[in-house]
């Protein structure tokens, strides 16, 4: 594509961070690099200027209960925005709301339709008041709904294509993109200052970043630290990061007696990130609703070995005893794992040397080329008047809409 126009619509964006965030971020600095002009569609957040160029803002409402403004996707200015801006192709980064208003566009615009399947929705499925098993129908409905309307899918990992192949039939038009990684701040930073600020000189830093909400595990990783603890007293786990369940996890971390060996940090820029994990001597993670496992790959760049709960994402970059030790889902092989690493030395330096050479393996430049290649697909598909095959004899389409009202 030659100095293409495409259109990111995300539902939450700077000043927050998270994996969407960081991934829409990722690829619009590479592809502008590469020439392309890139937009972003998000969400309105008080009392935030945007400092980068093109960023075009729909109206939200900012609730006690939610940790994001919720997008208003309607916007009279963005409607008349649009065709002066001659795109090329629109990417869509979630279903709903703005996902919506994507669709909508792609569609009066007759443009071709993009969409990243970011995450295990029926995961989030806790967040609707409804019945769960319900909410799960409901999300897979809506999510093979809109796939429907799209003329390519995005996957961060192998084992997300997979699970859509399995959950929605979806084989063709589909095509797994890492978010990549600019590796030049992980190669510059030194986190030997931070440790002096924190008053970290003496301890053995544990690290880990992640929202702070019930589908990221973290009662399985906090469940394992008294034992390491008992072993190691000067561990001390960090946390990067905030959310919802940030008070049911403190007073969870009470209740263990570990309130001094576990630090809440709240949320850091991300530029501040790296400084971070080079501060620390081991990344921890225990997820299993992951779909790339990006902060993992991060931590790798830093040269971190990491112990992680073997789950979906995580797999995809972790290699087993070769740049990563994996563990069950249970805290006391999460503990007995951070134990085996903590006394090997030589096995941490193996873990480190082989962390960065694999994080080196997804870099931001080759992995937008890749998703440039992506977009010809979908300009192809659509002007063969070709979208995303779903196989509707799936038991998610069971599911339908009235089943809502009985």
């Known amino acids: 594509m030659e100095r293409g126009h495409i259109a990111h619509f995300t539902n939450t964006y700077r000043p927050f961070t998270n994996g969407i965030v960081r991934s829409v971020s990722s690829f619009r600095q590479a592809m502008t690099e ?164 924190q008053g970290w000189q003496d301890n053995i830093i544990l690290i880990s970043v992640g929202r702070l909400a019930e589908e990221k595990n973290w009662h399985t990783l906090l469940a394992a630290m008294p034992l390491v603890i008992e072993a190691y007293p000067e561990v001390k786990l960090v946390i990067l990061g905030d959310g919802d369940d940030r ?39 225990a997820s299993i609703s992951e779909t790339q496992g990006l902060v993992t790959l991060e931590a790798m760049a830093a040269g971190l070995p990491v112990v992680a709960v073997r789950g979906s994402g995580t797999v995809d970059v972790v290699e087993d005893g070769v740049d990563g030790i994996l563990t069950d889902n249970d805290s006391t092989a999460v503990a007995t794992a951070l134990l085996a690493l903590l006394g090997n030395q030589e096995k941490q330096q193996q873990l480190r040397l082989a962390a960065q050479k694999k994080a080196g393996q997804f870099n931001q430049l080759s992995q937008a080329q890749n998703l440039l290649e992506v977009y010809e697909q979908a300009i192809t598909a659509h002007k063969g008047g070709h979208v995303v095959k779903i196989d509707r004899h799936r038991p998610i389409f069971d599911f339908e809409w009235q089943d809502l009202f009985n």
């Open 247 to 285: 008070g049911k996890l403190e007073k969870y971390v009470e209740e263990l007696a570990i309130t001094q060996q576990v630090q809440f940090t709240g949320n850091i820029p991300f530029a501040e990130v790296p400084r971070y994990l080079k501060a620390a001597d081991l990344f921890c993670f």
């Open 34 to 197: 590469l020439g392309h002009n890139v937009f972003v569609f998000a969400q309105q957040v008080k009392d935030y200027t945007d400092e980068e160029p093109f960023v075009f803002r729909y109206p939200s409402i900012e609730l006690p209960s939610q940790a994001y403004p919720l997008t208003i996707p309607y916007s009279p200015f963005v409607d008349t925005l649009l065709p002066s801006l001659k795109l090329d192709v629109i990417h869509a980064h979630h279903p709903v709301l703005l996902g919506q208003a994507a669709a909508h566009q792609a569609k009066e615009l007759d443009l071709p339709l993009v969409f990243t399947h970011h995450t295990r929705y029926q995961e989030y499925s806790h967040y609707v008041p409804l019945p769960e098993e319900l909410a799960k129908k409901l999300i897979d409905r809506w999510v093979g709904d809109y796939m429907a309307q799209c003329h390519h899918i995005v996957v961060p990992s192998p084992s997300t294509r997979d699970a859509l192949a399995e959950r929605y039939g979806v084989t063709e038009g589909v095509t797994v993109v890492p978010t990549g990684i600019d590796l030049m701040p992980f190669a510059e930073v030194d986190g030997r200052s931070l440790r002096q600020e």
